[in-house]
Nanobody, 124 residues
Framework: VQLVESGGGLVQPGGSLRLSCAASGFTFSSSAMSWVRQAPGKGLEWVSSIYSYISNTYYADSVKGRFTISTDNAKNTLYLQMNSLKSEDTAVYYC??????????????????WGQGTQVTVSS
């Protein structure tokens, strides 16, 4: 499994960026994927997940309405469109495979493989 992120950079507050995650080594079209970020001096924060095989997407409250997760199965690529960026969005962004599971009526997911990350800096 290989995941390679790109698209990070420096952007002003209110600006936009689109992150990409090129995937290989597994069946991308039937996989669930996530974006996770880590701000300077802080822990990992889940951002968004997509279960494209059932057309479901999920977002953290902090990015809902501003970020959009999507996939292009023909290109084996995961995207994160980030609009209306804020300084608090500054972080290293990672893509990861996730594996959902349910125990009774409670469902969750665990992370599998991770990319190397791409830096997003929101600053004027």
């Amino acid at each position: 499994v290989q995941l390679v992120e790109s698209g990070g950079g420096l952007v002003q507050p209110g600006g936009s960026l689109r992150l990409s995650c090129a995937a290989s080594g597994f069946t991308f079209s039937s996989s669930a994927m996530s974006w996770v970020r880590q701000a300077p001096g802080k822990g990992l924060e889940w951002v968004s997940s997509i279960y494209s095989y059932i057309s479901n997407t999920y977002y953290a409250d902090s990015v809902k309405g501003r970020f959009t997760i999507s996939t292009d199965n023909a290109k084996n690529t995961l995207y994160l469109q980030m609009n209306s960026l804020k300084s608090e969005d500054t972080a290293v962004y990672y893509c990861a495979t996730i594996f959902p599971y349910c125990s009774g009526y409670v469902c969750s997911a665990y992370f599998g493989s991770w990319g190397q990350g791409t830096q997003v800096t929101v600053s004027s």
